[in-house]
């Protein structure tokens, strides 16, 4: 099982430019999430979804859209990057809701903008 | 909303001697609280969990304990061996939704030889 995959691991941005990370995951979960990682300040919400055509903002949204056409993927894009969405990115699946089972992680996408 | 504390930030021990990582939770309404271990360059890794109707929880070498009253929960793990530097999260639930997940700033734990 490949579990959650994500792509690219690295990728550097202009100031303004727009990208899509992608995500994928083969354990038929339901929840999917995005995460940023930032240096000394642990892991937080950017967006989640329960299921196909549901999403929902979790902490820090702006800047973010995602969206969930399958059970299998969970795009996240990135419009207008700017400087303060450089950071590490994860996505994470459960097969229940992530306060009560086991979130499985990608190994996450370190993306830059410059 | 939950706020989660841990500390220390970085915690240093010799090969073979015990690492306590301590956490603190806001909302007395959490009732579901993970540890995750990082490796460089990969995705955490749940390593153990507990829920509020148990005190404490072990697993080999690795054991969480549980304080309703105090608000706070606490990661041990003895004998510690090269493998166990990482970065460890503590997270706590709210009791809510999908969301409902709330991690602390990790430690970053070193095992000296």
């Known amino acids: 099982n490949a579990g959650v995959t994500q792509t690219p691991k690295f990728r550097i941005l202009k100031i303004g430019q727009s990208m899509t990370l992608q995500c994928a995951q083969d354990m038929n979960h339901n929840y999917m999430y995005w995460y940023r990682q930032d ?18 903002k979790g902490e820090v949204p702006n ?33 229940t809701s992530g306060n009560t089972g086991e979130l499985f992680f990608g190994e996450g996408s370190r993306l830059t903008v410059l | ?82 493998e166990d530097s990482a970065v460890y999260f503590c997270a706590a639930d709210s009791g809510g939704g999908a969301d409902g997940l709330t991690f602390g700033k990790g430690t970053h734990l070193i095992i000296q030889p």
């Open chain 2, 1 to 82: 909303g939950e706020n989660v504390e841990q500390h220390p930030s970085t915690l240093s021990v010799q090969e073979g001697d015990s690492a306590v990582i301590k956490c603190t939770y806001s909302d007395s309404a959490s009732n579901y609280f993970p540890w995750y271990k990082q490796e460089l360059g990969k995705g955490p890794q749940l390593i153990i969990d507990i829920r509020s109707n148990v005190g404490e929880k072990k697993d080999q070498r690795i054991a969480v304990t549980l304080n309703k009253t105090a608000k706070h929960f606490s990661l041990h793990i003895t004998e510690t061996q090269p």
């Open chain 1, 63 to 95: 800047g973010y859209n995602v969206s969930r056409s399958t059970t299998e993927d969970f795009p996240l894009r990135l419009e207008l990057a700017a400087p303060s969405q450089t950071s590490v990115y994860f996505c994470a699946s459960s097969l």
């Open chain 1, 39 to 56: 240096p000394g300040m642990g892991l937080k919400l950017i967006y989640y979804s329960v299921g196909a055509g549901i999403t929902d």
